[in-house]
């Protein structure tokens, strides 16, 4: 399955190389001499963006590299592939298949000293707002574990830097997924003076697990219709790309200080639509666009190894908390331009909001500790933290589209 990503990735993202090489070259002296000898600890590791990171942070001389990741099949994978392909680990290599969130996670902090703690472990699915219980986890993941992950490293040794992967979609959210990275980051800042914080804000990365663009291959695998929406824009980059982003954010950048890819709109961006295009004519087929979800089911039906053509259902997004383009910063922050050739950075000033924010997270724990959870309250208690959130129920999820 690597080969074929690897094969159609040119064609859809209109590049051979990382856009990021030149920036990678420019800042490599530095991030060596930074992380010689360093201990450093990854959660997430063997997700989509955590394995692309660890995997580019292994061609560095680090003195200790050690994995989190509460899925014991992916983290094995990710070890195989270590050593198989003759990845040059540190002697003290560990791996931990644990949640981040429980107990376990705090005592490796009060049993382990880190130099670097890296988090990408994330709900990352707007689809994950579509139930009160399903949100309840998401807020969760991406706001309270990460607010118990800060309270656990001061109380031991804390790390120089901690660094936890944001979204574009923070940004003007328009999602409750979007909401909860935006206060994610207001977590962190609230606490950037005790210990120095990073972040990355992404593009959606090409093909990574569960993916819209990743369940492309398993359509075909499976001889099912290809369905996406034709007016959702989206920047893309590789998982080699998000993992050389997070490095530059996590070993060059400054206290409060969120990384983001320096994409233009205008040339950039592309249609979940067009890239199915592309997709399919890559793998030898012409996109037959069908009038409705029965017609592109029937005709996946008729498909042959002799086909020529693939069924597809593109139509415009009517679903919660879908929103129509990227952007990776607010015309209020402040951003630099000019340190890198290819990533723009947003420099928060210091964050006065740590009340507000501590309220906030009180209010998420007072829901769940009540035990009726529902959804319209844990909006408002994530607008608490983020009164940006332009959150709009449409009653329909992405649960109920082919």
Request: hydrophobic share 40%; with cysteine; net charge negative.
């Amino acid at each position: 399955m690597s080969e074929t990503i690897d094969t159609i990735l040119p064609a859809i993202l209109g590049r051979e190389d990382s856009f990021l090489k030149a920036d990678i070259e420019a800042k490599r002296a530095e991030i060596t001499s930074t992380l010689v000898g360093k201990r450093v600890l990854v959660i997430g590791a063997a997700g989509s963006i955590g394995a692309a990171f660890s995997r580019v942070l292994a061609e560095y001389s680090v003195g200790a590299l050690h994995l989190i990741d509460i899925s014991e099949n992916n983290l094995a994978e990710l070890v195989r592939d270590f050593r198989s392909s003759g990845t040059n680990l540190p002697e003290d290599f560990q791996t931990f298949a644990i949640d981040f969130s429980g107990s376990e996670m705090r005592a490796l902090l009060q049993m382990q000293a880190y130099d670097y703690v890296l988090n990408f472990a994330a709900l990352k699915h707007v689809r994950s707002e579509r139930d009160p219980l399903t949100l309840m986890r998401l807020l969760k993941v991406n706001v309270l574990a990460n607010d118990q992950l800060i309270q656990s490293l001061l109380g031991t040794n804390p790390p120089t830097r901690v660094f936890a992967v944001s979204s574009d979609k923070a940004v003007r959210s328009a999602n409750l997924m979007g909401g909860s990275k935006a206060f994610m980051e207001r977590v962190f800042l609230s606490r950037a003076d005790e210990l120095p914080f990073g972040s990355a804000r992404f593009a959606n990365v090409a093909f990574s697990d569960g993916s819209l663009l990743f369940s492309f291959l398993r359509r075909l695998e499976l001889r099912q219709p290809i369905s996406a929406p034709n007016d959702v824009r989206r920047y893309f980059i590789t998982h080699r790309e998000a993992g050389e982003l997070c490095l530059l954010g996590a070993f060059t950048g400054g206290n409060r200080e969120i990384v983001f890819p320096k994409f233009r709109p205008e040339s950039d961006m592309m249609t979940f639509a067009e890239i199915a295009r592309v997709f399919l004519r890559a793998h030898g087929y012409e996109p037959h666009e069908c009038d409705s979800e029965e017609e592109a089911r029937a005709r996946a039906l008729e498909l042959t190894s002799s086909s020529k053509e693939w069924p597809c259902w593109f139509t415009g997004s009517d679903t919660t908390g879908e929103k129509a383009f990227e952007e990776f910063s607010h015309p209020d922050e402040t951003v630099d331009l000019a340190r890198f050739e290819q990533v723009g950075i947003v420099t928060k000033p210091r964050y006065d909001g740590a009340e507000v924010v501590r309220t906030a997270i009180d209010h998420v724990l007072k829901i769940r500790d009540s035990g009726r959870w529902d959804k319209a309250e844990l909006l408002e208690a994530v607008r608490l933290a983020v009164p940006e959130l332009d959150h709009v129920e449409h009653g329909r999820s992405l649960d109920q589209k082919m």
